[in-house]
T-cell receptor
C-alpha cells in the first residue's frame, strides 16, 4: 500500500526565516511520482511540483526548493526567506498507478 | 486555458435532500478524480475514472454516494439522501496520463448538510 507521512502538523515561523517541510513516503512501485500541493486560506489546491522516481536531482524554483532522496524515501520542501503569502497548508502526495495519495498536510504560518 | 470547473461552489442543504455536485474536466484530460476533504480525515480519494470508466470506487463511503461520467468531459457526484456527516469540501480533479500523472484540482464544492 502507498502511504505519505508529513510528521509536522503545524509550523510557525517569522517572516524571512527559512523553513523545511518534511515528507516521507512508502510504496512498492518501482515507478512513481511525488508531488507537492499548496492549499492557501481560500481553499483551492495548487500544484507546485512533480518529481518522478528516476529523477533524484534537486530542484529550485525561486524561493522554493525540493530535495528528493530515494535512499530515505523522502521528498522535502524548503522555502527560503519565507513571506506571509506563503502561509498555507502544504500537502505532499504520491502516485503509482494513478491513484494519488496525500499526506495529512502541514499548516505553515508565516508571521510578520 | 480553463482549469477544472466545479459547481456549485457552496451549497447548504437539509438532511435527507439529494445533492448533486458537478465537474467539467480540463480539455484533453482523460482521468477524473473525486476527493473529499474534512478536518478529521484529510483528503480522501472517493473514486476515479479513466476514459469514462470507473477504475476504483473503494473510497466511496456508502451506497448513498454515486458518481457518473456521462461523457468524456463531465462528471457528477450525487449524495442521496444527504446526512450532516457528509459536510465537507468535495474536490474534482483531472489528469492526462501522458503527462506523468500530474493531477489538477478544481476549486472545490463546499457542502454543508444541516
Amino acid at each position: 500500500a502507498q502511504k505519505v507521512t508529513q510528521a509536522q502538523t503545524e509550523i510557525s515561523v517569522v517572516e524571512k526565516e527559512d523553513v523545511t517541510l518534511d515528507c516521507v513516503y512508502e510504496t512498492r512501485d518501482t515507478t512513481y511520482y511525488l508531488f507537492w500541493y499548496k492549499q492557501p486560506p481560500s481553499g483551492e489546491l495548487v500544484f507546485l511540483i512533480r518529481r518522478n522516481s528516476f529523477d533524484e536531482q534537486n530542484e529550485i524554483s525561486g524561493r522554493y526548493s525540493w530535495n528528493f532522496q530515494k535512499s530515505t524515501s523522502s521528498f522535502n520542501f524548503t522555502i527560503t526567506a519565507s513571506q506571509v503569502v506563503d502561509s498555507a497548508v502544504y500537502f505532499c502526495a504520491l502516485t503509482g498507478a494513478q491513484k494519488l495519495v496525500f499526506g495529512q498536510g502541514t499548516r505553515l504560518t508565516i508571521n510578520p | 486555458d480553463a482549469g477544472v470547473i466545479q459547481s456549485p461552489r457552496h451549497e447548504v442543504t437539509e438532511m435527507g435532500q439529494e445533492v448533486t455536485l458537478r465537474c467539467k474536466l480540463i480539455s484533453g484530460h482523460n482521468s477524473l478524480f473525486w476527493y473529499r476533504q474534512t478536518m478529521m480525515r484529510g483528503l480522501e480519494l472517493l473514486i476515479y475514472f479513466n476514459n469514462n470508466v470507473p477504475i476504483d470506487d473503494s473510497g466511496m463511503p456508502e451506497d448513498r454516494f454515486s458518481a457518473k461520467m456521462p461523457n468524456a468531459s463531465f462528471s457528477t457526484l450525487k449524495i442521496q439522501p444527504s446526512e450532516p456527516r457528509d459536510s465537507a469540501v468535495y474536490f474534482c480533479a483531472s489528469s492526462f496520463r501522458a503527462e506523468g500523472n500530474t493531477i489538477y484540482f478544481g476549486e472545490g464544492s463546499w457542502l454543508t448538510v444541516v
